[in-house]
């Protein structure tokens, strides 16, 4: 079914369910149904169903209609007393914990009596949802409070539920495997934000706070963390949302800040983790670094008793951790600083393959002894040498030891105040601050070394405001206005200071700032050490959200109607390239001019190529985007056993635009600029998709009393922009990136020449100057849209314990992919970055989880996974090393289309884990609960075991390799995980090999806290905790080398960082 057909055939459905109905959008109230009735089943028309929010004594009254039916839309989370009353009948009286987005069924069976005769039941919230096909998870306070979080970070607990995972080990879209990515360093592996949710992308989750929008837009990450002490609650909807849910075909994560009661309540609480108490990793002969404390204080009461709440937070953390742990960089040696490359002849002493032969760059001939004579040697390239330190051990590569240490200092304020302003009329208003940094020395004292070293700031603020006015019981009015708004920027190491200027480095257009060095180098690993970086940015986003609507019952329907409208800013200011770069890498002297070595030509010889941006400038972009939906959702109770969910959204997600058109789009048949508003462009240069109609069908039976059986389908739209580098801002005539190559004049300097400015582009030439970077999106790209269903069944197995077993599975299409440029043809040859949104993905999965709610101090959740994904790529943040990239034929850009044959990209996804099983459980011991020495204690863990996930093998030359034999029948060890011999170097120019035919080691993890808590009379309670992380120091490898013909090819030498055991101490004070 086409896009174009869809959106016809529910067009006039949507006008019908909307046209003369007011908005409602996404919140995180709850909802109570049911039906009273007699003994015999009889519907009990009249009787009076009351609820009490036992915090606050806020009440809600309703009368069952001629069916017995009655509902409470629109019900804030909390602890309730539920009572139904009518004459002749007993009043019953149920206690009812509501949660997240909660829709909970609630039957009285009604006993003969007088009214004032009062029946108590002790039931507390039901176990299994009746009304719904949703499949979702609830993370409540007691779980956050009290497992134990590596980094005290509330998202880890997210991965507890079905078919969620981590995603990507050490992709850039949770901050790359140290968390030094500048982009996404707040939500690195330590702090985590990154979920994979049923198969799909990091970056195709939709984040909440109390309904309100939570996501930042350049990554497609959450925008603020809250602290766990902050925190009532939190749901993650992974499969069948209702139509009132959109912008995500992933999860859907709803939070809910605390809020005060007529109770005077809080906590203050200090986390320390010491280096003294850390395992020694796997691979590293001495404990990594690392230094934790997480620490602050909350506080909620009323202002006024029963009509006015408040509840404060502050949350501060203070660390320093490893971003490398043990790890060899390379730096030149004494003798190379002096010309004297003798030690390169003998591999027994460079380390190296084989020995380098160094030539006379002038003449083509090997020097001398390999001794470069000092009057050719060139002072600049000199001085520049010797900034490196000297070598910790022998050798020409990996011969300088690095111990990179990131400080983080985070400081965050969460507060909210509600109000009763009449029983018709509840408000709430919650906001939160922070203001974050972060610093990275470097693998270079005192130089720009290592992606990421440097100081990155994030401050900024949120603000939420909700109204819910009731008319009736029947009809309630919920309104919600948001706004977010928060400032990164980022500073090389040495910003201030003008090392051009010292070394008599010229840069770009001979052109010095006080922004550090230029970006000079090779490589990483056998090539000596990158220094200098891009140069400083900073990136302002501000997010407006606002919404308006109603619930209404009628019947036995319970309609919602609805939209949002979300307007999202986004500044960037950043000098790419501004400083220049300097690339040597390795040429054949006597082929080419060059020496043979990068060290050597930093002497005497010349640069391969070069790059320049805006010299020393900023060049600031503002772009404006828009994400509107409207939808209308009717929940259809058929029968007392049957509800049908009916629902349809669309939603409007607009390309951005900038607002002083400083963007451009590239067509690649005529290999012109296309400029906003011009010659029939829109102002984004992407037409807006306008057909993204999202229907939802489901269905909740209940067999019995005990079993429910539900299913459903949905269609959902995700938003994927790329990240800073795939922008449409990047583009020339606003900024001009110039590459430089082969004969191109400046593209082959030395150190002491300065590299020229980049050319000016005409956007009107039919060609662009040579080496000019440019992003392409095709100008009909359509949204990413993925397609899900289930089926399952949820059992009660006793008064306390539930469990799910469910298929769920997805189809997605539309995604995001890069296709390489190799091969185009024109004048952007090796600089067009072609950002197609032409990817597809496939997930099947059996899931299950067994959750038991507190009964005799124990609780617990378990989930297991059982799946599959597939994809043809990870779209704009590769995880998994991306050596050969894809391997698509190219020509279908050169030729404007989008029927790119992807097939020889497709393949495992990253991220695919095929089995996964996680337990969390809480558990108070029973003994001796009076005795102040003995008694109180607690024990806490979470155990996580998942397979590992794929990789792909590539020859040295970064093709896939030839696969000829079965690679997952190795011994799985150290020394050797898979089977090497199934590889040979490609003999084409792509192997035979599939991507991410390799399996890799997986993750085991026992996480355990004890507490012991002491009462403390009429002053609360004094609660000291042992948390230790992998407390079996169980190793949680890398994957192996992945390089067919590599000395340490299908060996594992490392493990993921800050894995090892850790153990932390605590104090929390509780009133």
Excluded at 141 to 163: C, D, H, S, V
Excluded at 1023 to 1030: A, H, I, K, S, Y
Aim: proline content about 6%; aromatic content about 10%; some cysteine.
């Amino acid at each position: 079914m086409t896009r174009s057909f869809r959106a016809k055939t529910f067009l006039a459905l949507a006008l019908m369910m909307l046209a003369a109905v007011p908005t409602l959008a996404q919140t995180a109230n709850a909802r109570i149904e049911g039906l009273v009735t007699d003994n015999t089943g009889a519907a009990l028309p009249g009787a009076t169903i009351t609820t009490t929010n036992v915090g606050t004594n806020a009440t809600r009254v309703d009368v069952a209609d001629v069916k017995g039916a009655y509902a409470f839309p629109a019900l804030p989370v909390g602890n309730y007393r539920v009572q139904a009353e009518l004459s002749g009948f007993k009043t019953e009286v149920t206690p009812l914990t509501l949660t997240v987005n909660q829709v909970a069924r609630l039957d009285f069976k009604m006993q003969l009596g007088g009214v004032s005769e009062t029946l108590t039941v002790t039931a507390t919230a039901p176990l299994i949802e009746k009304s719904t096909s949703e499949i979702s998870t609830l993370i409540d306070q007691k779980q956050i409070e009290n497992l134990p979080l590596n980094g005290r970070n509330f998202t880890q607990l997210a991965t507890l539920a079905p078919g969620v995972n981590r995603g990507i080990p050490g992709s850039n879209s949770s901050g790359g495997g140290s968390g030094t990515d500048a982009e996404t360093f707040r939500y690195s592996e330590f702090g985590g934000a990154a979920l994979s949710v049923n198969g799909v992308r990091e970056q195709f989750n939709n984040y909440m706070i109390e309904g309100v929008d939570n996501n930042e837009s350049l990554v497609n990450s959450i925008a603020y963390l809250p602290p766990p002490e902050a925190i009532r609650e939190f749901s993650v909807i992974t499969t069948n949302a209702s139509a009132e849910f959109g912008r995500a075909a992933g999860g859907i994560q709803n939070l809910v800040i605390k809020s005060g009661t007529n109770q005077f309540s809080g906590s203050a609480y200090d986390f320390n983790r010491p280096k003294s108490l850390a395992a020694t990793p796997k691979f590293a002969t001495e404990k990594p670094d690392f230094k934790n404390n997480d620490f602050g204080l909350t506080a909620g009461g009323p202002v006024f008793r029963d009509r006015t709440f408040f509840f404060g937070s502050y949350h501060g953390l203070r660390n320093s951790i490893p971003v490398e742990a043990g790890n060899f960089v390379t730096v030149p040696t004494a003798k190379m600083r002096n010309g004297d490359f003798s030690e390169l002849l003998d591999p027994k002493v460079s380390g190296l393959s084989g020995p380098v032969i160094i030539y006379n760059p002038a003449t083509g001939q090997p020097f001398t002894g390999n001794i470069i004579p000092a009057n050719l040697l060139d002072p600049v390239g000199k001085a520049y040498l010797n900034v490196y330190p000297m070598p910790t051990r022998a050798g020409a590569i990996r011969n300088y030891l690095t111990h990179r240490q990131k400080k983080s200092t985070y400081n965050d304020f969460d507060a909210r105040v509600d109000q009763n302003m009449a029983q018709s009329d509840q408000l709430f208003v919650s906001a939160s601050h922070w203001a974050d940094k972060f610093s990275d020395p470097g693998r270079i004292p005192g130089y720009q070394a290592g992606f990421g070293a440097g100081t990155s700031e994030n401050n900024g603020y949120t603000a939420r405001v909700g109204e819910t006015h009731i008319f009736s019981a029947n009809l309630v009015n919920e309104a919600r206005f948001g706004s977010t708004n928060f400032h990164f920027a980022f500073l090389p190491v040495s910003f201030g200071t003008d090392q051009n200027k010292a070394l008599g480095i010229p840069g770009p257009g001979g052109v010095t700032t006080n922004n550090g060095i230029s970006l000079i180098g090779g490589g990483d690993g056998t090539y000596i050490e990158y220094l200098g970086d891009f140069g400083q940015y900073r990136i302002k986003q501000r997010t407006l959200f606002f919404s308006d609507g109603v619930s209404l019952l009628h019947g036995n329907h319970s309609f919602k109607f609805g939209g949002t409208a979300l307007r999202r800013d986004m500044a960037q200011e950043r000098a790419r390239f501004g400083k220049g770069f300097y690339f040597f890498r390795d040429c054949f002297g006597f082929l080419q001019g060059y020496t043979g070595y990068e060290v050597a030509d930093m002497l005497i010889a010349k640069t391969n190529f070069t790059a320049t941006g805006v010299p020393g400038g900023f060049v600031p972009r503002d772009t404006i985007s828009w994400e509107n939906a409207i939808f209308a959702q009717d929940d259809w109770h058929v029968n007392p056993k049957l509800t049908v969910n009916l629902g349809l959204r669309y939603d409007l997600l607009t390309p951005y635009y900038e607002k002083n058109n400083r963007m451009a789009n590239y067509d690649p048949v005529t290999q012109k600029l296309i400029l906003p508003n011009q010659n029939g462009a829109p102002r984004a240069t992407i037409k807006t998709d306008r057909n993204n109609f999202g229907p939802r069908l489901g269905f909740a039976y209940i067999l019995n009393d005990k079993t429910v059986v539900r299913g459903g389908f949905g269609i959902f739209y995700a938003l994927d922009r790329g990240g800073i580098d795939n922008q449409l801002t990047e583009n020339p005539p606003a900024v001009v990136t110039d590459f430089r190559f082969g004969d191109d004049p400046g593209a082959n300097v030395k150190l002491s020449q300065p590299i020229p400015p980049p050319r000016a582009v005409d956007p009107n030439s039919p060609v662009l100057p040579l080496g000019s970077g440019v992003v392409y999106i095709p100008r009909d790209s359509e949204v990413p849209e993925v397609k899900e269903w289930s089926f399952g069944v949820q059992r009660e197995i006793d008064s306390n314990t539930s469990g799910m077993v469910a298929y769920v599975g997805s189809r997605g299409d539309n995604l995001g992919t890069t296709i390489t440029s190799a091969g185009f043809g024109g004048a952007v040859a090796d600089r067009l970055t072609s950002i197609m949104y032409i990817g597809t993905s496939k997930y099947d999965a059996l899931q299950m989880s067994l959750r038991r709610r507190e009964s005799n101090g124990l609780s617990y959740l378990a989930s297991y996974t059982f799946g599959h994904s597939t994809n043809e790529g990870p779209g704009f943040f590769p995880g998994n090393p991306s050596r050969g990239g894809s391997v698509t034929d190219p020509s279908c850009v050169s030729k404007g289309t989008t029927n790119c044959n992807l097939s020889l990209d497709e393949g495992n996804a990253d991220y695919d884990a095929r089995h996964r099983f996680t337990v969390a459980a809480t558990y108070q011991l029973p003994w001796a609960k009076e005795n102040a020495l003995v008694g109180g204690w607690a024990v806490n863990t979470v155990l996580t075991l998942q397979t590992g996930t794929p990789f792909t093998v590539y020859d040295q030359s970064g093709k896939r390799a030839d696969q000829v034999g079965n690679p997952n029948n190795g011994p799985e060890n150290t020394s050797k995980w898979f089977n090497t011999a199934a590889f040979k170097p490609a003999a084409g120019s792509q192997g035979t090999e599939k991507r991410n035919a390799v399996r890799g080691p997986g993750t085991k993890t026992l996480d355990l806290s004890v507490f012991k808590t002491f009462g403390l009379p009429r002053y609360g309670a004094l609660e000291l905790r042992v948390e230790g992380f992998n407390i079996f120091n169980w190793a949680q490898y890398n994957q192996p080398n992945n390089i067919v013909g590599d000395s340490n090819f299908g060996k594992i030498t490392g493990t993921r960082l800050n894995t090892e055991r850790q153990v932390q101490l605590a104090a929390r004070y509780i009133f």
